[in-house]
């Protein structure tokens, strides 16, 4: 049985003497930046998440507008969507996951998962095609859209922190396996509890997805990071982050757990370098309910791709609204 004993803000100050990235690109409806910074939190001797002084992200995400959202994602890395799930679904979710087993993780016995949560119930794998959540990724990525799997994750009191990471592996990896491959991805993360800055709230380094440098290989790993922002959020709401951005979470030094379900989609284009993604069984596919079918496709597709591609192509398009700067304006 599972024990017994469950985090979202946004925008980043430029470095000092450096003109505001608004002001060298200034777009209509851009937000001002609203870090703070917060004590360092209590950490446990083992912990692999270095103690210290944190930013804690204040955004007032449920004023932003549809591309205000899309920018910070893309942007910063992340994005909160507030609110996503409403106080009932919080519930009956948190219900009908209380009796089931969970695993602890390699490094604490405080932080236990459960893989492939979408197959738990119809509740579990309608969350797959949320409504708002789906019309979201659809402004950001496009209408073609696969879902990779879901997963629970709990940080029970004394979890250590979860070590500054990225999702994406480009050339896979025994954690993520061939869909961290994958070129483009989203991961939804929804809070079933509320995230303070004492009970693991999502840790991020803003903008490291955009950066070149070797520090932002994928394959490495960080203890903390001096301008790493932690981002709490209500229960309900969701965290999604862009899979190539430098994330983890602070230490649960509360006194109650910190549950989240999180989803992970690409574009169909978005393919892994190698088709080695198992596909979904049989037994599983019988479960998802028709108007589910479209993100249950082969895993491994890559709609679109052509090796030989000529440099004219025919019917070359001349418009496309999802790389056009104004896409930021969006309401």
Not at 83 to 90: A, I, M, R, T
Not at 116 to 125: A, H, L, S, T
Not at 253 to 275: D, F, I, K, S
Request: charged letters at 20%.
């Amino acid at each position: 049985m599972r024990p017994t004993p469950g985090p979202a803000l946004g925008g980043l100050s430029d470095p000092p003497g450096l003109q505001p990235l608004t002001e060298r690109f200034p777009l209509p409806g851009t937000i001002a930046p609203l870090f703070h910074p917060i004590p360092s939190l209590a950490m446990d001797s083992s912990a692999p998440v270095a103690a210290g002084p944190r930013r804690l992200d204040t955004t007032d995400w449920a004023s932003l507008t549809l591309g205000q959202r899309i920018r910070h994602l893309e942007l910063e890395g992340y994005v909160v969507l507030p609110d996503l799930l409403s106080p009932e679904q919080v519930a009956n979710f948190k219900r009908q996951l209380a009796p089931l087993e969970t695993i602890p993780a390699d490094y604490s016995d405080k932080q236990r998962g459960r893989r492939g949560i979408q197959w738990e119930g119809p509740d579990f794998i309608n969350l797959v095609g949320h409504a708002p959540t789906i019309a979201f990724l659809e402004a950001l990525l496009g209408p073609d859209i696969l879902f990779l799997g879901g997963v629970y994750a709990l940080s029970l009191p004394g979890h250590p922190g979860i070590s500054l990471h990225t999702d994406g592996q480009p050339y896979g990896s025994q954690i993520f396996g061939w869909s961290g491959s994958c070129p483009v991805q989203v991961r939804v993360l929804y809070y079933l509890d509320d995230l303070t800055a004492d009970v693991s709230p999502f840790l991020v380094v803003p903008r490291s997805h955009l950066s070149m440098h070797a520090d932002a290989n994928p394959y490495t790993r960080y203890t903390g990071h001096p301008e790493e922002v932690a981002v709490p959020a209500k229960a309900g709401s969701a965290v999604l982050l862009n899979h190539k951005v430098f994330h983890g979470n602070c230490p649960n030094v509360g006194t109650r757990e910190r549950g989240m379900l999180a989803y992970l989609y690409r574009p169909a284009w978005a393919g892994p370098a190698e088709e080695k993604i198992p596909a979904w069984p049989a037994d599983k596919l019988a479960q998802v309910p028709p108007h589910l079918a479209r993100y249950f496709e082969n895993p491994n597709v890559r709609r679109g791709f052509d090796f030989n591609h000529p440099n004219k192509p025919k019917n070359m398009r001349g418009d496309a609204p999802g790389i056009a700067p104004s896409r930021w304006e969006r309401v």
